[in-house]
């Protein structure tokens, strides 16, 4: 996810505010585009690694054997080729490949190529396919019946979503302080841009957050009884609350501090905006712990049997 939400951020918030600002060609840039690139990288080692223990503990688990004794390749081969899981983990390994093989083009080539531009798009692809295949990993990917595809569909748009809101704020809070530390005038208006195109981008992504995450309370709940008395039903109201709580923080960041960056007209920003971006920054530490939390209540949703099973 937070793959995804780098390649977004670049595309359409911090790019365009380096172009803005013509900060391009200040020193910063370099430094941040090494930045990108360290992010980028472990994000994707941690992604294989930890994909590659997720497909050995569903061995164990589904074999009935221990974590020892399930690292053989037939059981591996056998569940790979065999079952749902395995399909699709075997999907999400060669998207990851080609992801990673893109990733070249863009940091290996000389900065602002063209086949470096046209290199960050495919990869802002090629994440968003890696995020939105989880789908068919979690409930809806295994549901029945008439609605399941209507039920994927939502599931699919949350993940997405859910990939450039909350995700887009570990980077954004890496971007923002590589902007404050520079303390230079025209890194400080590339930060205004980019936080207010990011603020406009999570407004949109909290709608569709909140609409396909009725869709899937509609499937996996059903009714109010089943939220207020079941595990499932309960934790989905700690995600519910918790993501209120960013989003009030966010809305804070969007309704307030945004004129306050927007104040300079066009020139560069003074002491107004530089105060500004730094509670705008503060917030979004805030956020990103909140948001922190709110994956960890996802992940306990996801061994959590739903509350419609009951």
């Not at 221990?66 to 390994?93: E, I, K, Y």
């Not at 046209?118 to 809806?140: D, E, F, N, R």
Request: net charge positive; with cysteine; hydrophobic share 55%.
């Amino acid at each position: 996810m937070i793959l995804q939400s780098v390649f977004i951020l670049l595309l359409l918030a911090v790019l365009p505010g380096w172009n803005m600002a013509r900060g391009r060609d200040a020193p910063a840039y370099d430094h941040l585009y090494r930045l990108v690139r360290r992010l980028v990288a472990v994000c994707l080692l941690v992604a294989f690694f930890s994909g590659f223990l997720w497909i050995w503990l569903a061995i164990a688990s589904m074999s009935g054997s221990s974590l020892s004794d399930s690292l053989q390749p037939n059981l591996f081969w056998m569940v790979l080729t065999q079952t749902q899981p395995g399909r699709v983990w075997l999907l999400r390994a060669g998207v990851a490949l080609v992801l990673a093989t893109a990733l070249l083009f863009v940091f290996g080539r000389r900065r602002g190529s063209k086949a470096s531009s046209l290199a960050i798009p495919l990869c802002a692809l090629l994440a968003m396919a890696l995020t939105a295949s989880l789908a068919w990993l979690g409930h809806a990917g295994a549901g029945e019946g008439p609605n399941q595809n209507l039920h994927l569909a939502g599931d699919l748009l949350h993940l997405v979503a859910a990939g450039i809101w909350p995700a887009g704020l570990a980077p954004f809070a890496i971007f923002l302080s590589r902007f404050l530390r520079a303390r230079d005038p025209s890194l400080l208006l590339a930060a205004c841009v980019a936080t207010r195109r990011l603020s406009a981008l999570s407004l949109l992504t909290v709608g569709v957050l909140f609409a396909s995450g009725l869709a899937n309370t509609y499937f996996l709940v059903g009714t109010f009884h089943a939220l207020v008395s079941t595990d499932y039903g309960l934790l989905l109201l700690l995600k519910i609350v918790l993501a209120c709580a960013a989003v009030s923080i966010g809305a804070w960041n969007l309704l307030i501090l945004k004129s306050r960056l927007a104040e300079s007209g066009g020139l560069p920003p003074g002491e107004t905006q530089s105060a500004a971006l730094a509670k705008v920054a503060r917030n979004v530490l805030i956020e990103l712990c909140l948001a922190s939390l709110i994956l960890f209540v996802v992940g306990l949703l996801g061994i959590t049997p739903p509350a419609s099973h009951s």
